[in-house]
Each structure stands twice: as structure tokens, then as C-alpha cells.
């Protein structure tokens, strides 16, 4: 159990296009999801958090405006990248935290990653 | 720990060899430490993780360590396998009122040599 997943796995886009990235909770609820992203050779940057039903809250530097995030469901968030530019290109990470039930308190699933590659 | 890193230090291990990686953190309200691994263009696994009010926590070939006094935890691979190559990084959940949001350590690469 507790499997999360990302579509696209890769994607190649123009520049000032719009990109969607899905991150989907597979056999779980997750109330909340967390979005990433991450430089080569660079760690992990949160760039959002992502609440059912809720508006997403972004972290300071992150422009809502350029990441639009939507949290429909319990297993789907939605991360779209307006307007993207080459240094919009990077590997971007979703992870799932369970609401209860089997999973370890707080324990966070990560999603494999979606690499976006703006030309 | 620091999250931002313009390059990640690299530890190299004969196979067989234990190793034992460290990170600093920086927030003393942090209650949760996780480590995990990171293959290439792969998503982070998750290994073991701690909380706030132990010091030791001991899983399957893979030891975590937490010094809150110095905001220190290692992770310790016994008998490292090529398997075990890959970036490791150090998580610090940000405290009860942070809704989970973790922060992550630079990382390390770990080489295993044959």
C-alpha cells in the first residue's frame, strides 16, 4: 500500500506554454499534499502545500500566480506551471500524507517525480 | 539543515564497509526526523525515521541516531551494497503547528566501490 503517483513522468514543452502535473494517492486519502521541486544536485525545496478543499499555501519566494495548484479530491492535486520558461525546467516531486487509519502518524509517500524540460 | 546546496558531498564506501552519514539540523521545535534515499530521476524512499523523544531507533541494516543537544542525527548502513548507492538525505518535520511540512537536508552521495 501507500503508493503515489505522477503524470507526467517527463515532459517537454515550449516556452509560454501551460503544463499540468498530476499527483494521484493510489490506495489511500491524503487530506494533504506537498509539492517539490528540485535542482540537479540540490535537495528538495517545498514549494507548496496542498489541501483538500482547501486554497494551497506556498512558501515564501514560490509565485501561486506561476504554480496553480488544485487539491479536488482526497487522491488527486493538480500542479500546473503557467506560462512556463527554461528556468522553470526541473524535477518536480509530489508526496501524499495519509489522514489515518494504518500508515505511521505524519508519514509522507513520495510520488517518482515528473522532470520538465522547458526549451 | 540547510536545504540549499550547489553541490552534494560525497561519501565513499568499500562494499562490505559500514557507513555512517550525518546532518545537522536547525530547528529545535522539530519533532520528526526522516531519512530517506534518492535514486536517480527517482522520488525519495523512505528508510527509517525518528522521533523527537528517542535517540536510537534501529531498523533493518540501517541505524539512526539523534543528538538533540547538538541537533545532530547520523544514519548508519551496515554492510553497504551497491544497492546502496544513491543521494541520502535528512528530513526535519517542522513542528506540530507546521502541518507536516518537512524540510530537507542538502544531501550525500554515497559511492559504493567494489
Known amino acids: 500500500g501507500a503508493v503515489v503517483s505522477q503524470h507526467p513522468s517527463r515532459v517537454i514543452c515550449k516556452s509560454g506554454t501551460s503544463v499540468k502535473i498530476e499527483c494521484r494517492s493510489l490506495d489511500f486519502q491524503a487530506t494533504t499534499m506537498f509539492w517539490y521541486r528540485q535542482f540537479p544536485k540540490q535537495s528538495l525545496m517545498l514549494m507548496a502545500t496542498s489541501n483538500e478543499g482547501s486554497k494551497a499555501t506556498y512558501e515564501q519566494g514560490v509565485e501561486k500566480d506561476k504554480f496553480l495548484i488544485n487539491h479536488a479530491s482526497l487522491t488527486l492535486s493538480t500542479l500546473t506551471v503557467t506560462s512556463a520558461h527554461p528556468e522553470d525546467s526541473s524535477f518536480y516531486i509530489c ?3 495519509a489522514t489515518s487509519g494504518e500508515f505511521v502518524w505524519n508519514e509522507q509517500f513520495f510520488g517518482p517525480g515528473t522532470r520538465l524540460t522547458v526549451l | 539543515g540547510e536545504s540549499v546546496g550547489l553541490h552534494l558531498p560525497t561519501l565513499s564506501v568499500q562494499e562490505g564497509d559500514n557507513s555512517i552519514i550525518n546532518c ?3 530547528n529545535s521545535a522539530s519533532d520528526y526526523f526522516i531519512w530517506y534515499k534518492q535514486e536517480s530521476g527517482k522520488g525519495p524512499q523512505f528508510i527509517i525515521d525518528i522521533r523527537s523523544n528517542m535517540d536510537k531507533r534501529q531498523g533493518q541494516r540501517v541505524t539512526v541516531l539523534l543528538n538533540k543537544t547538538v541537533k545532530h542525527l547520523s544514519l548508519q548502513i551496515a554492510a553497504t551494497q551497491p544497492g546502496d548507492s544513491a543521494v541520502y ?3 526535519e518535520n517542522m513542528g506540530a503547528d507546521s502541518w507536516g511540512k518537512l524540510q530537507f537536508g542538502a ?5 559504493v566501490t567494489p
Open chain 2, 24 to 26: 545537522a539540523y536547525s
Open chain 2, 89 to 91: 538525505f535528512c528530513a
Open chain 1, 95 to 97: 508526496s501524499a500524507r
Open chain 2, 107 to 111: 544531501g550525500t552521495q554515497v559511492v
